[in-house]
């Protein structure tokens, strides 16, 4: 009886010390850093993420031991996680309520203080969707809609980057990049007539572009016709008689040019009937 009895000590002896071995060593993998808890305090970190690591060399990966039975660990993944936000309604400085689907990148980069306020990864990410949530309503709440399709979208990307970043940093969280999938205004009349908004502010913003231009031009037209009379004034106080001469033969242009058009309703072309010693022909003539 005693011979059947030793084996059986000696079995249960030897499987304890198996159990006892493997609870005492962990295998960390390079993607994964492991916070230990001892009587669910933290008391180690293992692996934990540091800027310019490179993959395989120098980290904290590999076999590892920790107390059996006492120790329990708690992984946490490396790689870049991200948190979607569907369908938040957003109001624009136009009165414009959209529709917004956005998405955020993050990396865990204090696994400690993750486990301490978070618990696990599925925990940061219920706490980050909200966040994202409210960045991006702070943000495009600032905004008209048309800055959502102009070069300025890449402002408030970074801009909401940032202010979820400030938040984020309570979790032991990096937020690696924030993006806006799909931004549109609800389906339905209030479409419609946001687009008629639009158009109509548009229209209005033309019409005040047109009367400066306008305005600008006059003020040009002006300013050219002024220094062309100083010009001419000039001209005429150096030489009187060229002056005359230039003059008159505007005018001949202008008065004897118009010979040649039809503008009769009969067709016929007007004709001047003027005597030779007439004062206006006086170039024809030659001067005295």
């Known amino acids: 009886m005693s011979g059947l009895r030793n084996p059986m000590v000696i079995g249960v002896v030897v499987l304890f010390a198996l159990i006892a071995l493997m609870s005492s060593v962990a295998i960390v993998p390079e993607t994964k850093q492991a916070v230990v808890l001892r009587f669910e305090k933290p008391v180690a970190t293992i692996n934990a993420w540091r800027a310019n690591e490179a993959f395989g060399q120098n980290t904290g990966a590999g076999l590892h031991f920790r107390v059996p039975f006492l120790d329990r660990i708690v992984w946490v993944d490396k790689r870049v996680q991200g948190v979607t936000l569907d369908g938040q309604s957003v109001l624009s400085t136009d009165q414009l309520r959209l529709e917004v689907d956005a998405y955020a990148r993050y990396r865990i980069v204090d696994p400690l203080r993750m486990v301490v306020t978070a618990r696990t990864e599925q925990g940061v990410a219920q706490k980050l969707q909200p966040l994202l949530g409210s960045a991006l309503r702070n943000e495009l709440g600032k905004r008209e809609f048309a800055a959502l399709l102009s070069p300025e979208r890449g402002q408030v990307m970074d801009n909401i980057q940032s202010a979820l970043q400030r938040q984020a940093s309570q979790y032991g969280v990096q937020i690696v990049d924030v993006r806006i999938k ?73 008065s ?23 004062e206006y022909l006086r170039e024809f003539r030659g001067r005295r």
Do not use: C, W
């Open 182 to 254: 799909h931004a549109d205004l609800p389906a339905g009349s209030p479409r419609d007539s946001a687009f008629k908004r639009m158009r109509t502010a548009r229209n209005q913003e033309a019409v005040t572009i047109a009367a400066q231009g306008q305005r600008d031009a006059q003020i040009i037209r002006a300013n050219a016709d002024a220094e062309a009379a100083k010009i001419y004034a000039a001209a005429f106080g150096k030489d009187p008689e060229f002056y005359g001469f230039y003059r008159a033969m505007q005018s001949y242009r202008y």
């Open 256 to 278: 004897f040019a118009g010979q040649g058009t039809t503008n009769r309703d009969d067709g016929s072309r007007p004709s001047i009937i003027l005597s030779p010693d007439n």
